[in-house]
């Protein structure tokens, strides 16, 4: 490979890299869960035998659901990550590239 196309590459990774692909922070979703849902929430909303979500997007309906009735004002990001700890700690959902949201590093 030549520099120039060295180059090229290394330019067109930097011009895609706002736009990576990633599911949230789970570590960070458990903080926010526990600080501002596990006082109402036990293992027995997630766990019961009837649950209401069946897949991932399901699971992030349920978070910006009760983040806006709670009005909590998470972010977006912050909604997947609280989403990634409930898919990881309960629901076990697979959680593809297009579903997974796409992290902008432009902010």
């Known amino acids: 490979m030549t520099p120039r196309m060295t180059i090229a590459l290394v ?5 895609a890299a ?4 990633r599911a949230g922070d789970a570590e960070r979703g458990r903080g ?3 600080l501002r849902c596990g006082g ?3 293992e027995s909303v997630h766990g019961r035998a009837k649950r209401v979500a069946r ?3 399901d699971v992030r309906h349920w978070v910006r659901r009760w983040n806006e009735n709670l009005k909590l004002r998470w972010e977006d990001e912050e909604v997947e990550d609280v989403a990634s700890y409930l898919n ?3 629901y076990h959902f697979s959680c593809e ?3 997974c949201r796409a992290l902008s590093m432009a902010r």
């Open 55 to 57: 897949n991932m997007d």
């Open 97 to 99: 590239a297009p579903p």
């Open 40 to 42: 109402c929430h036990t």
């Open 18 to 21: 706002p736009w990576i692909a």
């Open 88 to 90: 990881a700690t309960y």
């Open 11 to 15: 330019a067109a990774a930097v011009c």
């Open 32 to 34: 926010l869960y526990e």
